[in-house]
């Protein structure tokens, strides 16, 4: 049920009385000098009080029903959505849904959309204000947070915040919306490289073990702001950092546990550190097995097809199955530690299935039923996958052609799963 349900009007004093149980008679209307029977007397008494109290009693409801239309809170362990009554509204369709419980087979699962955003004030108010159309029409109970940090080339030694990050005071203000609408909230650190161009979080290397120690001291210093923030509005999980496969491969093992355990010395949540699908057959490093990260994410975009070709919907399941599914689960054994996909995403386009990295369809028509069943190949497969505890689809808005907004087909993929007791 969406919304409140709006209480009528309260009758009047005449409603109440018509076809009441006791209607008087000519007995009842005689005075004292007519010798009543004191029985009949008292019943008549008790009669009145109990009308009035009744009319007191529907008074107290429908104040009471009023009130709660104004935007009260509710009550603590009812289970209703208690939305933020600081946050900008848009209508009925920016009001949290008050849903019937459901009771899911894996709670823990992380269903989630990852909405991020580029600029100083990115997690504020019109950030916020999409946030229950998010919940509305995917269902989606995890939000994932980017932040932007950013170095000057492949080799620079300092890490550092431009104008594509949110302030501080800005993600923590979003992470505190979110939490007030229900959702639980991923921070994930992105890395970009200035110059040259392509360049990336991957391109990061060094040729020493000082350069390696600096960065990795210059990288704390930057990230450790929004780390504290993060913990201080109750963030649920975080990423010690994300895609750096260079640093992943060859950075010595005691410069990321260093890091892990300066992440943990301020994070209390679930800690993960999220690495590139370009890794998944590399031999993954000690470091990952490190206690305090519970999960290791995965960004997701692996191709199913060769060529610019529509891949006809219902083979998708199966070839989503055996080629990344099974590269998922054979990594989770060998850390010995669940994944969660910590980004995936396919565009509207026919070949979606191809190159699905890119967000471009490069001449490819636009397939929303292409798109919508490749959504639902990877949620059959990811739900029932013990290996496996969350995914999060790149992105509700501010990601080009993987935008999920307005997709309608593929939205209702995702309500039908996020919503399932399965899971």
């Known amino acids: 049920m969406e919304g409140f349900e709006k209480r009528s009007s309260v009758p009047s004093a005449q409603q109440y009385t018509q076809g009441a149980a006791f209607t008087p008679g000519p007995q009842g209307r005689r005075g004292r000098a007519g010798g009543a029977n004191?029985?009949?007397?008292?019943?008549?008494?008790?009669?009145?009080?109990?009308?009035?109290?009744?009319?007191?009693?529907?008074?107290f409801l429908y104040i009471g029903s009023d009130l709660s239309h104004r935007g009260l809170p509710a009550r603590p362990g009812t289970g209703n959505a208690n939305i933020n009554s600081t946050l900008p509204s848009k209508g009925n369709e920016n009001r949290a849904a008050i849903r019937p419980a459901i009771h899911y087979k894996r709670p823990a699962f992380?269903?989630?959309?990852?909405?991020?955003?580029?600029h100083p004030d990115g997690y504020s108010a019109s950030w916020q204000q999409q946030l229950p159309a998010i919940q509305m029409q995917s269902g989606a109970r995890w939000i994932e947070m980017t932040l932007f940090l950013s170095q000057a080339t492949p080799t620079s030694t300092q890490v550092r915040t431009?104008?594509?990050?949110?302030?501080v005071e800005s993600f923590a203000a979003g992470v505190r919306a979110a939490h007030a609408l229900g959702y639980h909230v991923f921070v994930v650190p992105l890395m970009g490289v200035d110059s040259p161009p392509g360049s990336w979080a991957a391109s990061v290397h060094f040729s020493n073990y000082q350069d390696e120690a600096k960065w990795f001291d210059s990288y704390w210093q930057t990230y450790q702001p929004y780390v504290v923030a993060a913990q201080q509005a109750g963030a649920d999980q975080l990423a010690i950092a994300t895609e750096t496969v260079w640093l992943q491969r060859s950075a010595a093992p005691?410069?990321?546990?260093?890091?892990?355990?300066?992440?943990?010395?301020?994070?209390?949540?679930?800690?993960?550190?999220?690495?590139?699908?370009?890794?998944?057959?590399?031999?993954?490093?000690?470091?990952?097995?490190?206690?305090?990260?519970?999960?290791?994410?995965?960004s997701e975009y692996i191709s199913l097809a060769n060529t610019s070709v529509r891949i006809d919907p219902p083979k998708i399941f199966s070839m989503w199955k055996s080629v990344i599914k099974t590269a998922l689960d054979r990594a989770s054994i060998e850390l010995g530690k669940p994944l969660v996909i910590s980004e995936i995403g396919y565009r509207n386009s026919a070949d979606t299935l191809y190159n699905s990295w890119n967000p471009?369809?490069?001449?490819?028509?636009?397939?929303?039923?292409?798109?919508?069943?490749?959504?639902?190949?990877?949620?059959?497969?990811?739900?029932?996958?013990?290996?496996?505890?969350?995914?999060?689809?790149?992105?509700?808005?501010?990601?080009g052609g993987f935008k999920l907004s307005g997709q309608q087909l593929t939205l209702e993929v995702l309500h039908k799963w996020y919503t399932s007791p399965q899971s």
């Open 110 to 118: 992380e269903a989630g959309i990852v909405f991020p955003e580029w």
């Open 254 to 298: 005691a410069l990321w546990n260093t890091l892990i355990q300066r992440v943990r010395s301020v994070f209390t949540g679930i800690l993960t550190y999220d690495m590139d699908w370009t890794t998944l057959n590399d031999p993954l490093p000690a470091w990952m097995k490190n206690p305090q990260l519970a999960l290791i994410g995965v």
């Open 162 to 167: 431009n104008q594509s990050v949110a302030t």
């Open 360 to 399: 471009r369809a490069l001449g490819s028509p636009p397939d929303p039923q292409e798109q919508a069943a490749a959504y639902d190949a990877a949620l059959a497969n990811v739900i029932p996958d013990e290996h496996i505890m969350g995914i999060f689809f790149w992105g509700w808005d501010n990601v």
């Open 38 to 59: 004191p029985l009949k007397k008292y019943a008549i008494l008790f009669l009145v009080v109990a009308f009035l109290g009744y009319i007191g009693w529907q008074a």
